[in-house]
């Protein structure tokens, strides 16, 4: 059983002109809606099987509207239940549409909702497990109230509880069908043979692979109907309200557990001053970063721009200047060195030439005053003295060039140094533009602190403001605050005189002592139904494993369930060769 379609005319924030047709591929996104969309679909389509009451007709119709009615279809296996409610006129229609026929099923009045006697319902007993339309509500409430589930999965939730007479149904005829295959084909011929025993074989054979299906799907839905069960059994049940005291001093909350109603209001009140902070605290950290942020815009952009290293880069900028500095007094030195190493070699040249002259001289006027018959041997003399001049200024002329020399390649790696700091002092500038600017640089210093310290604030608020928002994204705020305020926002517009506390302690009060209806008995009552269908579906799963074990015995194969596809597709490949066979032997003969 699914619901096909659901019409609906006349209620609040609905186009009456659109119907949410769920056959159409394009209105499947509907199955994904969330939210109020989604419990608007589902309390609408239980307005449309079991009615609304004064209350829900105030909450629903639009009141510009003058008709106000709802259509639904639920597709069975081979009919349509067709259901239609007026709800003014409180007129329900019940149609059922087979594959050659239609059929009126009910049509008639359908007012007081406390009224166990009413027909209509009894036409719904005869399709669903679960008529109660409170408990539906209650299965449903918190799947209808996480915001994240979808209507489909609601429908999912809602289906559990509405078929199981129609999955019994349809597991009986199954079971059934066996039963007849095998009780038939013994009765026949005990010995089966060509056609008829191939067709028995692939039959069981898919009948097998359903039973096992049915068998999982009944086995799971035992275990979640025991799990609301088990819920409901433990929940306090409540009489609906009946007490006149309690609907009439608190007609909003009259049939509520007052218990759980004050334990949420804690809660809520809990979350709202929580969130009230933590927003509080947002808003302050907003006001700090504004203040940081027009500050850095004003003051300290200019600062922006500077790596985190600048106070380093500058105390490494003045001890390269005071480097650099010695490096070209070095430098300088070595060129007064080299200009007088230099002339030191120019005079020695002055002062050979003189020398030459000199004793040259000398020795050639003593050589002709003393020995003048002995010229050759005077001009001997003058070559050796020239030799030997020559010689010892030789060798002070290249002591003073290899200075100069040594000097010179002194001055020359001076040079590479100097162009070394030169280069990263141009590097530190440019990466530190602020360095050439000496006069104020103690200023600069303070401010890029002051910079750099504003940031390390604007960083922390940063984070503390992203803890708080991931806090405000947790569970308890995204979704139970907010579900909590829907849930009684009726609640808390009430505002009452005696403050909400007292309000509620006084309820409470009431509660407990109003003359209502033995809470075990109402419970009872309630979950007679389920129990009814947990046990339905334990005697039918027994009967399944029943007939199981039953055609295995049948088919002489304990293994069969393994590989059933592949079974049933070489039976099926084996029923179609003996009708090849036989046609071709009735050809012949």
């Known amino acids: 059983m699914i619901i096909q379609d659901i019409n609906l005319t006349g209620f609040k924030s609905f186009d009456v002109t659109t119907g949410l047709d769920l056959t159409l591929i394009e209105n499947k996104s509907i199955l994904s809606a969330r939210g109020e969309n989604k419990r608007f679909l589902f309390s609408a389509l239980l307005a449309i099987l079991y009615g609304l009451s004064e209350e829900e007709k105030a909450a629903f119709k639009d009141k510009e509207s003058i008709v106000f009615t709802g259509r639904t279809n639920l597709k069975f296996d081979d009919y349509i239940l067709h259901i239609e409610r007026d709800f003014e006129t409180g007129i329900v229609a019940v149609l059922s549409e087979g594959k050659n026929k239609s ?39 918190n799947t209808l109230q996480i915001d994240k589930s979808t209507f489909g999965e609601v429908l999912d939730l809602l289906y559990l509880f509405l078929r199981p007479k129609f999955k019994l149904a349809a597991i009986r005829r199954l079971i059934d069908s066996s039963t007849k295959i095998i009780t038939e084909t013994r009765a026949g011929n005990n010995n089966l043979h060509g056609l008829q025993e191939s067709k028995t074989r692939v039959q069981l054979l898919k009948n097998i692979k359903k039973i096992n299906q049915s068998a999982t799907s009944i086995k799971s839905d035992i275990s979640k109907f025991k799990k609301y069960w088990n819920l409901f059994s433990t929940m306090p049940q409540r009489n609906g309200g009946t007490d006149a005291t309690l609907k009439q001093r608190y007609p909003l909350i009259y049939s509520q557990d007052a218990s759980k109603i004050k334990k949420d209001m804690q809660v809520l009140q809990k979350l709202q001053t929580n969130y009230k902070e933590i927003y509080r605290e947002i808003q302050n950290l907003n006001n700090n970063k504004t203040e940081y942020d027009t500050l850095l815009n004003q003051k300290l952009l200019v600062y922006a721009n500077l790596p985190d290293t600048f106070i380093e880069d500058f105390q490494h900028y003045q001890h390269l200047s005071i480097d650099l500095a010695h490096m070209k007094n070095e430098y300088d030195k070595l060129a007064i060195k080299i200009g007088t190493l230099q002339i030191a070699l120019n005079q020695k040249k002055k002062n ?7 004793v040259l001289i000398l020795i050639l006027g003593l050589g002709l005053i003393l020995f003048p018959q002995e010229i050759i041997h005077i001009l001997g003399v003058m070559g050796l003295a020239a030799g030997s001049i020559f010689l010892i200024f030789r060798k002070i002329k290249q002591n003073i060039i290899f200075i100069i020399e040594t000097t010179h390649l002194k001055q020359s790696l001076q ?71 829907r849930q009684y926002k009726d609640l808390l517009a009430l505002n009452p005189e005696e403050g909400l506390d007292t309000y509620l302690n006084e309820f409470e009060k009431l509660q407990n002592h109003a003359d209502a209806k033995d809470w075990a008995i109402i419970k009872s009552e309630k979950l007679l139904p389920l129990q009814k269908i947990i046990v339905k579906y334990q005697t039918m799963h027994k009967e399944l494993l029943k007939i199981k074990e039953h055609i295995k015995d049948f088919l002489s194969s304990d293994n069969i369930e393994k590989d059933i596809d592949l079974k049933i597709a070489e039976s099926e ?3 179609l060769h003996v009708r090849q066979k036989l046609k071709i032997e009735n050809s012949l003969n």
């Open 103 to 141: 059929k009126p099923i009910f049509q008639g009045k359908d007012i007081d909702l406390g009224d166990k006697e009413r027909p209509y319902i009894h036409i719904l007993e005869s399709f669903f497990s679960i008529i109660d339309k409170s408990f539906l509500m209650e299965v449903c409430s």
């Open 352 to 358: 050979e030439r003189l020398t030459y002259t000199f």
């Open 415 to 485: 040079k590479k140094k100097i162009k070394a700091v030169e280069k990263d002092i141009v590097n530190l500038r440019n990466q530190s533009y602020l360095l050439d600017d000496l006069e104020y640089i103690d200023t600069h210093i303070e401010r890029f602190k002051k910079y750099k310290q504003v940031k390390y604030k604007l960083e922390m608020i940063r984070n503390k403001k992203l803890a708080l928002q991931r806090k405000l994204s947790s569970h308890e705020y995204s979704e139970m605050l907010p579900k909590l305020e």
């Open 573 to 575: 490949r084996n029923l």
